[in-house]
């Protein structure tokens, strides 16, 4: 049972456009979700994080957007550059538990 | 220079041996993990210890083991009794287990044939 999904397994996007990148979970207990970022043959890197409690984090060009009633949150990458071409992965962790769960990764590619 | 190291980075062993990866942080974290990755797969969770001498299983511990007898150390041994062994092997840590992003080594790539 895969609690963390991440639909789509790929996306292309323009230089200079925004990437969105989607997660959904199923586990209402789940109140806080982490964005990575991964390079072949290398540790995931951490990008952002959201609790529960808010809908919204910004760190530069990086947001994520928390829906919890749809039980879905999103990555967006605004302007996209070329070296952000990698695959992303989303993670979520419920209160009291020191197990994040992590979804299977979207690859994205920015085209120059 | 702060961060978590495993080595080697690359690992080779023939089928039936037991093997052990090394896995170091200079971070003061408290907790440690042990993740494998397949292709196409996610980051699934092996082994987690909130602090030392303490340890708890993942989801898919059967053929593994760990250790914890020091607060930087972490060693993830495969045993001859896990059945596809070979795959990318990721350490993280974090400062408390509750809610805190991981930080995470740089892998090893176990080939076992």
């Known amino acids: 049972d895969q609690q963390v999904k991440q639909n789509s397994p790929s996306l292309s996007v323009q230089e200079g456009r925004i990437s969105i990148l989607n997660c959904d979970y199923t586990?209402?207990?789940?109140?806080?979700f982490l964005w990575y970022k991964k390079y072949p043959a290398e540790g995931p890197t951490f990008l952002i994080s959201?609790?529960?409690?808010?809908d919204k984090n910004e760190d530069g060009r990086f947001t994520v957007f928390l829906n919890k009633s749809a039980k879905h949150l999103s990555l967006h990458i605004v302007p996209s550059q070329p070296g952000d071409s990698a695959v992303y992965f989303c993670?979520?962790?419920?209160?009291?538990?020191?197990?994040?769960?992590f979804g299977t990764g979207t690859r994205l590619k920015v085209l120059a | 220079d702060g961060g978590i190291t495993q080595s080697p980075k690359y690992l080779f062993r023939k089928e039936g041996q037991n093997v052990t990866l090394s896995c170091e942080q200079n971070?003061?974290?408290?907790?440690m993990y042990w993740y494998r990755q397949d292709p196409g797969q996610g980051l699934r969770l092996i082994y987690y210890?909130?602090?030392?001498?303490?340890?708890q299983k993942g989801d898919i511990a059967e053929g593994y083991s760990v250790s914890r007898e020091k607060k930087e150390s972490f060693p993830l041994t495969v045993t001859s009794a896990q059945k596809n062994p070979t795959a990318f092997y990721l350490c993280?840590?974090?400062?408390?287990?509750?809610?805190?992003?991981?930080?995470f080594g740089p892998g090893t790539r176990l080939t076992v044939t």
């Open positions: 993670a979520a962790s419920s209160p009291g538990t020191y197990k994040y769960i």
């Open positions: 210890s909130q602090i030392v001498n303490d340890f």
């Open positions: 586990n209402s207990m789940f109140d806080y």
């Open positions: 971070l003061n974290h408290d907790a």
């Open positions: 959201i609790s529960s409690i808010k």
């Open positions: 993280a840590s974090s400062g408390t287990a509750i809610s805190y992003e991981q930080y």
